[in-house]
Nanobody, 115 residues
Framework: QVQLVESGGGLVQPGGSLRLSCAAS????????MDWYRQAPGKQRELVAN???????NYADSVKGRFTVSRDNAKGMVYLQMNSLKPEDTAVYYC?????????WGQGTQVTVSS
């Protein structure tokens, strides 16, 4: 079992920045590919970014060049640095830890981009 707790969300103006954190406990973080998803009201959950066990990163086209995902296995932490935020980035952001045979979710953290 892996427990995931997201933090760092909040209200930010367009063009601003936030850094989301995901704290993992229960099993070594190094075993898992870590995903960041988001879900806006009335929309499906979408994959924003992920980072593999080897450190390879992938991004949705909508956030490429603005968001950066990173991990610190020793601390059990995954981060999502979000810059140049837009109103359309408003959503609940979730982290997900997965292997071929397991899948764990956090409870989410709200990000609101508004002036």
């Amino acid at each position: 079992q892996v427990q995931l707790v997201e933090s760092g969300g909040g209200l930010v103006q367009p063009g601003g920045s936030l850094r989301l954190s995901c704290a993992a406990s229960g099993r070594p973080l190094r075993l898992y590919t870590m995903d960041w998803y988001r879900q806006a009201p009335g929309k499906q959950r979408e994959l924003v970014a992920n980072i593999t066990t080897g450190g390879t990163t992938n991004y949705a086209d909508s956030v490429k060049g603005r968001f950066t995902v990173s991990r610190d296995n020793a601390k059990g932490m995954v981060y999502l640095q979000m810059n140049s935020l837009k109103p359309e980035d408003t959503a609940v952001y979730y982290c997900n830890a997965r292997t071929l045979v397991s899948d764990y979710w956090g409870q989410g953290t709200q990000v609101t981009v508004s002036s």
